[in-house]
């Protein structure tokens, strides 16, 4: 549950870019297949590598393990939508297509040591590397997604208290032009 946890911010997020791309991709032709992402200047075999290991110790695979079945089942929602009358097929194919596109969540991993590989130096990523193996490298790994709830927590409990405070200012404002809200 903890390695689930670690990436539940950007799983959310991807999940949310699925919820949202779906409908639209189910609403237009096939296009032919373009590069996934803007090109990415060309990073040495040792940069992926160190890159990939990065990703694999910090589990990256559980922020995208369900993006298959995820956009699968997005894009069959919209589909049931626009056809009611093909609502029993639409499910039928649904795990035919999911087993045929099994695995291209891969390619997520492997645009993400990409992209790790271009935003970072060869150097940089092996230290990242060391650091991510030391003790404190492991201690950040497994209490950061903590931290980070725990930091939304907060942020959500100050902007909710923090609305009142301008809610009050809003009515003394207002009162002062005669008007009560």
Do not use: H
């Not at 930091?151 to 207002?174: D, I, L, P």
């Amino acid at each position: 549950m903890k390695n689930v946890l670690k990436f539940l911010p950007a799983a959310t997020l991807a999940v949310g870019l699925a919820v949202s791309a779906a409908p639209a991709v189910a609403q237009q032709p096939a296009q032919p297949k373009a590069a996934a992402s803007p090109a990415q200047p060309k990073a040495s075999p040792a940069a992926i590598a160190a890159a990939r290991e990065i990703l694999q110790i910090k589990n990256a695979t559980a922020m995208y393990a369900g993006a298959v079945p995820g956009v699968v089942e997005k894009t069959k929602i919209a589909l049931i939508q626009q056809n009611l009358n093909y609502q029993k097929e639409l499910n039928e194919v649904a795990p035919i297509v999911a087993q045929q596109l099994n695995g291209r969540q891969n390619e997520i991993g492997e645009g993400m040591a990409q992209i790790y590989a271009s935003e970072f130096t060869e150097q940089e990523l092996k230290d990242l590397v060391t650091f991510y193996r030391s003790p404190l490298g492991k201690k950040l790994i497994e209490a950061e997604p903590r931290a980070i709830g725990l930091s939304m927590a907060f942020m959500n409990s100050w902007a909710q208290n923090f609305s009142e405070t301008v809610m009050g200012a809003f009515r003394a404002e207002m009162r002062k032009r005669g008007k009560e809200i």
